[in-house]
């Protein structure tokens, strides 16, 4: 199975974006990580959905409107996953990087 970095997106601003997903019969315990290279502070937003979502429910968000500011990271670990969850994230500004690390059983 699959370990390391995972995933990795740059989304268009204020659009909900497929981060990650798990494959299917496999399980995933993995961090977010979020780098700003923008000039100015950004909300993100980040959520665990199941296999059959195209965006994000805030019903579902672990992270709803949090700012990171310019030229800062942030790090959201021990999401455990199941088959086939999804990772969705969302920022207000472009040029954010989200990268998804960790492994699959």
Known sequence: MANGRLAAVTPTLNTDTLLYQVPASSTASVAVIVCNTNTSTSNIRLSIENSSASGIAVTN?????????????????????????????????????????????
């Open 61 to 105: 968000c672990f992270e709803y409107d949090t700012g990171i500011v310019p030229y800062s990271s942030f790090e959201r670990g021990g999401l455990v996953l199941g088959s086939q969850q999804k990772i969705f994230c969302r920022s207000s500004v472009s040029s954010v990087n989200f990268i998804v690390v960790g492994y699959e059983d």
